[in-house]
């Protein structure tokens, strides 16, 4: 985790230019992170402090005559940093969104108040933790096997190798072992110069010398982690942060700009994205990013300070969105098996398979009235699925929140003139509904008119029905 370090290129890098806008942004940031990096690297190098101390030597050989690291060892380390997660990083993400999310010039004259409830908010807190447990625990590992193979090859003795664990409980693999070879060369170089200096004492102080290594090591470490963490939360927080405003339209349609972090400085790799602008829903196209976002927000690999300039290319059009969760009003008026499931004549059952069950599961579910509706003749008319109690609706099978997006753009056409409604059936998909609600209300807002109902399925069970109205 945080291992790979990006070289400055040795070629002059040449900026796009920038707003006064995005130079705010990014001093924001960097700000941010200046100010506030030395709490959660203390934190951090305690935190890994402690740990050295609580593991015994006992429990150091046991690791090295066995040869690896136990389950139960790797679960106790586990359970460490999801202490350290709940009590102190949390907050760190939460205090860095917030920031985040009042970070953007485009705000600074809106009465804007950010809501930390805002959907999607805190399943990626919750998100985040998880994965920074799992990455940081499988890198502290990792380390320690390195640090094994490395017992094994140059046959230290067991003393050796648990003393060398100990003093790098918390380093990546590379630096354990840079920990290891500065023992090991340490003690070399004693030798042939004071070839009279008592064993014990060589030892000693090769000892103390990769000890200040690692102390040097964990600090740097720990810096890199409390910045990229940070910097990962802060980034996050604008986004969320543009997004209520655009829900609560204080803003209009936007687009990101992706702003480098400073001068010739900078990486080759950000260099490559600066200035590059997409749509409000859009991703900078560098695969799957340090988290696993898509190339949606920076950072884009360790220590990166790169931000993203929200820039309005329409002011707010439609005021008075209601939105109403009519879910109840569903089930209260079904009549379960009550009406008829018709074809319209022409229509192609065997090819539209998910079509004819899902009228049956709204008939045997809600009840009424329905027609399968045959396709058009014309290649370019894209037909509504049903007509379910006098209304159109199109049925849209989708596995991820995203991807509802574009359906309920192409639904919302095929019912115009009689709309009733459009099903999101996920399946056995799992979605963070909160978030799928922001997703389809931003979606409709960038509609002129519209009257529609959306019916979300899981696991062939009703989930909710959501009501908007302009």
């Known amino acids: 985790m945080f291992r790979f370090v990006l070289k400055k290129s040795r070629h002059r890098i040449f900026k796009a230019k920038q707003s006064d806008d995005a130079k705010e942004i990014l001093n924001r940031i960097n700000t941010y992170l200046h100010e506030n990096a030395e709490e959660p690297v203390e934190l951090l190098t ?16 046991q690791i090295v005559l066995a040869g690896l690291v136990s389950v139960e060892q790797i679960e106790e380390w586990r359970k460490d940093y999801s202490v350290l997660v709940n009590n102190s990083l949390k907050t760190l993400w939460e205090t860095a969104i917030k920031a985040g999310a009042y ?16 959907p999607g908010v805190q399943n990626w807190i919750k998100e985040r933790g998880s994965a920074f447990v799992t990455a940081i625990t499988d890198e502290q590992r990792k380390a320690v096997s390195s640090l094994l193979l490395r017992g094994v090859e140059q046959n230290s003795s067991v003393d050796e190798v648990a003393r060398n664990i100990r ?24 030798r042939k110069q004071h ?19 690692a102390e040097r090591a964990h600090r ?3 810096m890199n982690i409390a910045r990229t963490e940070m910097a990962y939360a802060y980034n996050q927080g604008a986004d969320f942060g543009i997004r209520q405003a655009y829900r609560e339209n204080l803003i209009g349609a936007y687009k990101k700009v992706w702003t480098t972090s400073g001068d010739e400085g ?57 939105v109403k969760d009519v879910t109840d009003e569903y089930i209260n008026d079904a009549t379960p098996g009550i009406g008829k499931v018709e074809m319209e004549k022409g229509y192609k059952a065997g090819s539209r398979q ?102 979300i399925i899981l696991q062939k069970k009703l989930e909710k029905v959501l009501r908007y109205k302009k």
């Open 46 to 61: 305690r935190f890994w402090d402690d740990q050295q101390k609580a593991i015994t030597y006992q429990e150091l050989r």
């Open 103 to 118: 970070s953007q010039p485009l705000l600074d004259d809106k009465t804007f108040s950010f809501d930390m409830t805002y």
């Open 167 to 190: 003093t790098c409980i918390g380093l990546t693999s590379r630096q354990s072992i840079a920990a290891a070879n500065l023992y090991e060369h340490t003690k070399q170089a004693l």
């Open 195 to 213: 070839p009279r200096m008592w064993d014990s004492t060589i030892e000693t102080k090769a000892r103390h010398t990769a000890q200040m290594y």
């Open 220 to 222: 740097q470490r720990a």
């Open 266 to 322: 900078v990486c080759s790799y950000c260099a490559g994205l600066d200035g590059k602008e997409v749509g409000m829903d859009g991703n900078f196209g560098f695969g799957r990013g340090l988290f696993g976002t898509e190339g949606e927000l920076p950072p884009a690999h360790p220590n990166c300070a790169c931000a993203i300039e929200y820039i309005e290319i329409e002011p707010p059009t439609f005021q008075g969105l209601i």
């Open 354 to 455: 998910n079509e004819v069950e899902t009228a049956q599961w709204l008939h045997d579910t809600l009840g009424g009235d329905i027609v399968l509706l045959k396709e058009s003749d014309k290649d370019s008319q894209k037909m509504p699925d049903f007509l379910w109690k006098n209304k159109l609706w199109e049925l849209k099978n989708t596995t991820t929140i995203k991807s509802a997006d574009d359906a309920i753009r192409r639904g919302l056409k095929q019912i115009i003139g009689n709309p009733g409604g459009i099903i999101l059936d996920y399946g056995r998909n799992e979605i963070e509904i909160q978030e799928l609600e922001r997703l389809i209300e931003s979606r409709i807002r960038r509609k002129r008119t519209v009257q529609v109902d959306i019916m």
